[in-house]
């Protein structure tokens, strides 16, 4: 579980690195801070068309399957990227076939660069693209030994070379990012989050009920809770 102190990166993850990686490692990352401070200046909250203001502003697919999956995540927090190493492919699969109504809450607090990501995140989620920029994200994590997990990492270049990489063509998901549109919407995220003492990432609630994190991490445990509750 990742919260406001370092959580330790889990030895042995042998998650593929997308090749884009080597495009994008070239590009400095100074700035990050810069980027935050001329993009976040507005106190406006823009938000992302799949957002649900009833669901904790959290992005939301198939929201009217009966089964509801909520998702707390930082895309800069090494156990969130352990909980979608194992679970991922079956998570968007049922995301994909309408099986369950899923509700992905970026949060950002681990760096400064966590609000970035999840800004990007919605940017992409526009353009239809907001799984594959999902999964992008955490396979192209930095490891601890690339970059302190607390340390920022991420620029609005990378990102934005991270989205053509999942095929985004668009200009408008560019502008969407380097203007920084969902900047002031990842803030909500978090207050609402806090209203619920949500305060550490990966948390995963089904249909209200928070999973241990033991179930969370095991896949066949994880695939019972909810095939028990119909999903199939």
């Not at 090749?19 to 100074?30: D, K, R, Y």
């Not at 980027?35 to 200046?41: M, R, V």
């Not at 049922?94 to 369950?100: D, M, P, T, Y």
């Not at 970059?147 to 989205?163: D, K, R, T, V």
Request: glycine fraction near 6%; proline fraction near 4%.
């Amino acid at each position: 579980m990742a919260n406001k102190k370092n959580s330790p990166e889990k030895k042995g993850d042998k998650t593929t690195r997308y090749l884009v990686i080597g495009m994008i490692a070239f590009i400095v990352l100074a700035g990050v801070g810069a980027s935050l401070a001329k993009n976040h200046s507005s106190t406006h909250v823009t938000l992302p068309s799949t957002v649900s203001k009833a669901n904790g502003y959290g992005i939301t697919f198939n929201p009217t399957a009966k089964v509801k999956v909520d998702i707390y995540e930082d895309f800069r927090c090494p156990n969130c990227r352990n909980f979608e190493a194992v679970n991922n492919s079956y998570v968007n699969g049922l995301v994909r076939a309408g099986k369950i109504q899923a509700v992905y809450h970026p949060m950002h607090f681990i760096a400064s660069d966590s609000q970035l990501t999840a800004a990007a995140v919605a940017c992409a989620a526009d353009q239809g693209k907001f799984l594959e920029m999902h999964t992008a994200l955490y396979v192209n994590q930095p490891t601890s030994a690339q970059m302190a997990e607390n340390s920022p990492y991420w620029s609005n270049a990378q990102l934005i070379l991270l989205g053509h990489s999942v095929g985004i063509t668009s200009k408008a998901y560019d502008t969407c990012v380097t203007g920084g549109k969902y900047l002031n919407w990842t803030d909500s995220i978090n207050t609402d989050a806090a209203s619920k003492n949500i305060n550490a990432t990966p948390t995963v609630i089904v249909d209200g009920k928070t999973l241990p994190l033991a179930t969370a991490y095991d896949a066949k445990k994880f695939t019972k809770v909810l095939t028990d509750l119909g999903v199939k």
